[in-house]
Nanobody, 119 residues
Framework: VQLQASGGGSVQAGGSLRLSCEAS?????????AGWFRQAPGKEREFVAL????????DYSDVVKGRFTISRDDAKKMVFLEMNSLKPEDTGVYLC????????????WGQGTLVTVSS
């Protein structure tokens, strides 16, 4: 499966963005658990959010919990990340990824989309 993230941009602190990740390929998307990660300049990649294949179970990093919401549309083979109350420290390249088995490394990664939050 190939993944393409989009929706990044520049916003002021307190603003909102909605990221999208579209999968391509013949494999049904609903077999995958999906996640979002981000990498800030000079920092390691960090986990942001994940959503299991059932579309019900989600998890978030503590720093985004309550501000970000992950969702999916399996018919469209897409995963979304709604980001509200953005802070300058949310700045980074956001990447989507999918995996077949929970609890192990992600199998496929997309190219990132840049989010810049100014104060």
């Amino acid at each position: 499966v190939q993944l393409q993230a989009s929706g990044g941009g520049s916003v002021q602190a307190g603003g909102s963005l909605r990221l999208s990740c579209e999968a391509s390929g013949r494999t049904p998307f609903d077999i995958y658990n999906a996640g979002w990660f981000r990498q800030a300049p000079g920092k390691e990649r960090e986990f942001v959010a994940l959503i299991r294949r059932d579309g019900i179970v989600t998890d978030y990093s503590d720093v985004v919990k309550g501000r970000f919401t992950i969702s999916r549309d399996d018919a469209k083979k897409m995963v979304f990340l709604e980001m509200n109350s953005l802070k300058p420290e949310d700045t980074g390249v956001y990447l989507c990824a999918v995996r077949l088995v929970p609890g192990v490394g992600f199998d496929f990664w997309g190219q990132g989309t840049l989010v810049t939050v100014s104060s």
